[in-house]
């Protein structure tokens, strides 16, 4: 079970947000770079950027910050969302050291786009899911779609992206815990991997994911819990580590 520090970027700095608004923020670091070798020394094993602003405005805004994150720690996997809505974006952060980009908005829009880029950047593709009741909300979760969750990750499946990354927008930010038992539902319907997000907040939210990581779930996204202290990152992915051990 790995587990994955956010570092969301908004106007350059670190923040988080409370179930996507970006009114609602709180900003942890004016230096994003530092803040991503706080959590690489703490052993993370892979870091999850959005680019918040990217997200709003359909295009990234933050991705110098990013470029600086991948050359800074290119031992680092890391996978990049927010803004993620054409081909030349996509090369440009790979071009850069990143190793996964996360389409959102785009996926569900014009799901054909899905298809392309995994032709074009083969094992690089990873759709993010922000999903509130089963539905899908796009546009930096401002609008709810009509789109069954389910039923676009088997589309996804298909087209060969290498993760889905599932967001329980409700549960975002919010400090009440994973909605483990919607993951759970999300997963048992796919063969790729899902990598959870939204409410990671202690070492008993650690412990369910592993209990249930044989259902294909393979990682979590944590943010505002490890800014705030109510989750330690290095515990908890040794905690993590022990308990997927096999036997």
Request: aromatic share 6%.
């Amino acid at each position: 079970m790995l587990l994955i520090p956010a570092i969301d970027i908004k106007d350059g700095k670190c923040v988080r947000l409370k179930q996507g608004r970006m009114e609602d923020d709180t900003v942890y670091s004016d230096d994003p770079v530092a803040m991503a070798g706080r959590w690489v020394e703490a052993g993370a094993r892979r870091l999850h950027l959005v680019d918040l602003n990217g997200a709003v405005a359909g295009k990234p805004v933050n991705s110098s910050v990013i470029h600086e994150i991948a050359k800074a720690f290119p031992q680092i996997p890391i996978q990049v969302g927010g803004g993620i809505r054409d081909e030349d974006t996509i090369q440009t952060y790979l071009d850069a050291g990143v190793r996964f980009v996360i389409v959102g908005t785009k996926a569900v829009t014009a799901p054909h786009f899905v298809s392309d880029i995994c032709l074009e950047f083969p094992g690089h593709i990873v759709v993010g899911l922000d999903v509130r009741d089963s539905k899908v909300a796009i546009d930096g979760w401002s609008k709810l779609s009509r789109h069954d969750a389910v039923d676009l990750a088997l589309k996804f499946e298909e087209d060969g992206v290498e993760a889905i990354v599932f967001t329980d927008i409700r549960r975002d930010g919010m400090m009440n815990g994973l909605n483990v038992d919607a993951t759970v539902s999300f997963a048992q319907n796919l063969k790729i991997p899902v990598i959870a997000s939204g409410g990671v907040t202690n070492l008993d939210d650690i412990r369910a994911l592993c209990a249930v990581e044989h259902e294909g779930i393979v990682g979590a996204v944590t943010g505002r819990a490890i800014y705030e202290g109510s989750l330690d990152f290095k515990v908890a992915q040794t905690l993590a580590d022990e308990l997927s051990k096999p036997g």
